[in-house]
């Protein structure tokens, strides 16, 4: 769901000015911390606490008198007592756990009305839905957004926009497709790991027949088997790459020599354990191939140029000949020296 920037700028103007000081002294129990943190926090995302907000939700079965935090109306009128958002508070500085989440799906499940809850302690978020590929009523025990307030980067301040209420009257039937695509890749990544971590018989059997095999032993198992591993998957993912932009049509095209040399170059980096390799990626650009921090243009480590005759490597604008991967591992202080500069 795409955000317009410019109620991105309208949270992060008003996040600025609250007030994150001596929370520890102003929210020593869940109610100052709902009081002083949470509500405030709501206030900030179109939530009027006379309006759109209510305290203390009837959220038993039977006999129990359960009762939510918060209840949030966004399309829903306060007197109809039909929220379509449950809010547990926790304490501050409280660790959000299982048993937590637990505590938010039993008042889910007992509000009819609800589509979204959120868990949290005024700094951490967690905000969950229902899996409709489920059979259970109950929400997917994994947060579609989770996320922290004490680093109000970018990306946090454009998940707690998602929250806002303008926001959720037009789209919040969109934001609860947006967490069923997330539930579906979760579950697709965990099977399709599983699948790879543990191959089974049919797998290997279908690898060794594309393989042009005939009869499989144990010996041809075993080395297919062994064989299934990140090295390999990786190249394989590289490939993919490759013939997915030649069928795109696209002008620009990765080669495996390119990949070659920016996985060398990455492995001889994360030696050293300030380099985080999750933060290491590359650009291909039509006349030269960049390796950067952050998938940011300005903190670019090196870049490569490979011509038809020639290829080189320009480290902080000084270029080098490349005559190989040695050339790499003899350039080591030099690209190392710029990607620190990049993870003070």
């Avoid at 059979?135 to 454009?158: A, H, R």
């Avoid at 707690?160 to 497709?177: A, C, G, N, P, V």
């Avoid at 005759?309 to 003899?330: A, Q, R, S």
Wanted: hydrophobic share 35%.
């Amino acid at each position: 769901m795409q955000i317009d920037k410019k109620q991105i700028a309208v949270v992060k103007k008003s996040l600025l000015k609250f007030d994150f000081t001596r929370l520890e002294e102003r929210c020593t129990n869940e109610a100052q911390t709902r009081f002083t943190l949470v509500e405030p926090i709501l206030e900030i995302l179109g939530y009027s606490r006379s309006d759109d907000m209510v305290t203390e939700v009837s959220a038993g079965f039977g006999k129990k008198n359960d009762r939510a935090d918060i209840g949030l109306f966004v399309n829903n009128k306060l007197g109809s007592m039909k929220p379509e958002i449950v809010v547990e508070c926790k304490v501050f500085g409280k660790k959000l756990t299982d048993k937590e989440g637990s505590q938010l799906n039993n008042y889910f499940i007992n509000t009819p009305s609800a589509k979204i809850a959120i868990l949290t302690n005024g700094m951490d978020w967690k905000i969950y839905a229902i899996d409709n590929n489920s059979k259970e009523t109950s929400l997917n025990p994994n947060p579609f957004m989770d996320f922290n307030l004490s680093e109000l980067n970018d990306e946090t301040i454009e998940n707690l926009t998602h929250l806002k209420r303008d926001i959720l009257r037009i789209s919040l039937k969109e934001l609860i497709e947006d967490a069923q695509e997330f539930f579906f890749m979760t579950r697709f990544e965990d099977a399709f790991f599983e699948i790879l971590f543990n191959p089974t018989d049919e797998l290997i059997k279908t690898i060794f027949n594309k393989m042009g095999g005939q009869r499989i032993t144990d010996s041809a198992k075993n080395k297919i088997q062994n064989l299934i591993n990140s090295g390999n998957l990786r190249l394989i993912t590289d490939r993919l790459s490759i013939e997915e932009s030649k069928k795109d049509g696209n002008s620009i095209i990765t080669t495996a020599e390119e990949l070659k040399f920016y996985h060398a170059i990455k492995t001889l980096l994360i030696q050293r354990k300030e380099i985080s390799s999750e933060r290491i990626s590359y650009r291909d650009q039509k006349n030269s191939f960049l390796i950067l921090v952050d998938d940011n243009q300005k903190k670019m480590i090196c870049r490569l140029i490979f011509t038809h005759n020639k290829k080189k490597i320009e480290i902080n604008g000084k270029p080098f000949e490349l005559e190989g991967l040695d050339t790499v591992v003899n350039l080591k202080k030099e690209l190392t020296e710029a990607a620190l500069g990049y993870f003070a």
